[in-house]
Nanobody, 127 residues
Framework: QVQLVESGGGVVKPGGSLRLSCATF????????IGWFRQAPGKEREKVSC????????WYADSVKGRFTISRDNAKNVVYLEMTSLKPEDTAVYYC????????????????????WGQGTQVTVSS
């Protein structure tokens, strides 16, 4: 059974850092990309980063480029999102999801390609 479980969210001050974890079950990370998404109140869920063997490297949304780093540990079946220099506008529920299309480039895959979703982890950036 495919399952993803996020953890690591919390409350942090502007400029602070957090590391999110996405534990995956039933997924071969060599074949499937994993994306990190976020959804702020009243806004659509947006893709912020993803990683797959089909891309030349990790992909990042412009809004987080240079501040967030995605990585994975295939032995542990975990994908991480290291977030630094956090801003209030980074406040959202963060989700991870599998690209349902094996061997697809996750950088160009739309949100509808991703699933199933984890339950999400809240990140709040506030002074």
């Amino acid at each position: 059974q495919v399952q993803l479980v996020e953890s690591g969210g919390g409350v942090v001050k502007p400029g602070g850092s957090l590391r999110l974890s996405c534990a995956t079950f039933g997924i071969t990370l060599d074949y499937y990309g994993i994306g990190w998404f976020r959804q702020a109140p009243g806004k659509e869920r947006e893709k912020v980063s993803c990683i797959s063997n089909s891309d030349s490297g990790p992909w990042y949304a412009d809004s987080v480029k240079g501040r967030f780093t995605i990585s994975r540990d295939n032995a542990k079946n975990v994908v991480y999102l290291e977030m630094t220099s956090l801003k209030p506008e980074d406040t959202a529920v963060y989700y991870c999801a599998r690209n349902s299309r094996a061997l697809n480039r996750c950088s160009t895959s739309p949100r509808d390609y991703f699933g199933p979703w984890g339950q999400g982890t809240q990140v709040t950036v506030s002074s």
